[in-house]
């Protein structure tokens, strides 16, 4: 924890399905200092989760690809994004009620407060997919 309430992670991680669970576990122990509800932080934990599966997924091209996470937090929001090496943005398909995948963004679309697309870091390849909370008792 930072000055002022927020919350600063960056954590990068190979782009491999095995990480899953650390970058869950990643997200849940840095966002236990903010005393989210539990419905909060549960969709917060999913829509990372989704957005770097989206990302191992469709970004990875090779036993050396990396995702990369960040969680910002201010006292009135909670920002987590996914940055990989694709440049190709992601695009929110209709899943069948059968379908075992293509599901996440519109699973973060109904969860989150926003969420987009930016472009990478200054010299970095790729892009970020974010999203965005707002904390309770923000006034914004």
């Keep these: 924890m930072t000055e002022g309430g927020e919350v600063h992670l960056r954590s990068t991680v190979p782009a ?3 990480w899953a669970t ?10 236990a200092e903010l005393r989210l509800s539990p419905d909060l932080l549960d969709n917060a934990v999913l829509m ?3 957005l770097f599966a989206n990302a191992v997924r469709h970004a990875s091209h090779g036993p050396d690809d990396t995702v ?6 201010s006292e009135r929001t909670l920002r987590v994004s996914v940055a990989d ?3 190709v943005p992601p695009r929110s398909r209709t899943a069948s009620d059968t379908a075992e ?4 963004l519109a699973i973060v679309s109904a969860l989150a407060d926003d969420w987009g697309v930016a ?3 200054p010299g970095a390849p790729g892009k ?13």
């Design 16 to 18: 491999r399905p095995a």
């Design 22 to 31: 650390a970058v869950r576990r990643t997200v849940i122990e840095h966002l």
């Design 48 to 50: 990372a989760d989704e």
């Design 68 to 73: 990369t996470l960040t969680i910002d937090t």
């Design 85 to 87: 090496r694709s440049p």
């Design 101 to 104: 995948s293509g599901r996440g």
């Design 119 to 121: 472009p990478p870091e």
């Design 128 to 140: 970020r997919v974010w999203f965005t909370l707002v904390l309770p008792g923000a006034v914004l």
